[in-house]
């Protein structure tokens, strides 16, 4: 047996447009996007891809704690979050792309580390036990295995 259908109000019709376009932005549309969409959309995402590893690598390279650690590619991520924003995206690509940029941001120094010491040819196995944070003499941050 089927229950009653509520009917739906002219106000409720119109707040479930209203949220569809705020979550999906200009993405709520039948067929494949316009191709200006698609090139505008991959190329944000890989120039944010890129500046988050570009300056970790930049980082790990240099041997700057700063790009390195991490903080410099939470800034990019956060950039590229914001430009979406601006420019109109829906806040469901705006969450996916931020949780992603950040996603990758975490991964990044570890492996920027990796590619660092293997152009240098320091490479070692190791298997680390324990990893102690304190602040350096010189007021940076230094970490002890």
């Known amino acids: 047996m089927r229950g009653w259908r509520r009917l739906r109000t002219p106000a409720q019709s119109h707040l479930m447009a209203h949220l569809?376009?705020?979550?999906?932005?200009?993405?709520?549309f039948v067929g494949t996007p316009p191709r200006r969409l698609v090139g505008e959309g991959l190329l944000?995402?890989?120039l944010g891809a890129a500046a988050i590893i570009g300056t970790t690598l930049f980082g790990a390279w240099t041997g700057r704690s700063s790009?390195?650690?991490g903080e410099a590619g939470l800034g990019c991520a956060l950039s590229l979050a914001l430009y979406l924003s601006v420019?109109?995206?829906?806040?469901?690509?705006?969450g996916i792309a931020a949780l992603l940029g950040v996603c990758l941001d975490f991964r990044a120094p570890q492996a920027a580390a990796g590619?660092?010491?293997?152009?240098r040819g320091r490479v070692q196995p190791v298997v680390v036990t324990s990893v102690e944070s304190s602040r350096a003499a010189d007021?940076?941050?230094a970490r002890y295995l």
């Not at 569809?20 to 709520?28: D, L």
């Not at 590619?115 to 152009?119: D, F, I, K, Q």
């Open 87 to 94: 420019v109109g995206a829906g806040r469901a690509l705006v």
């Open 20 to 28: 569809r376009t705020s979550v999906w932005g200009p993405a709520e």
């Open 44 to 46: 944000a995402g890989v």
């Open 67 to 69: 790009p390195s650690g």
């Open 139 to 141: 007021g940076g941050r």
């Open 115 to 119: 590619v660092v010491l293997a152009e």
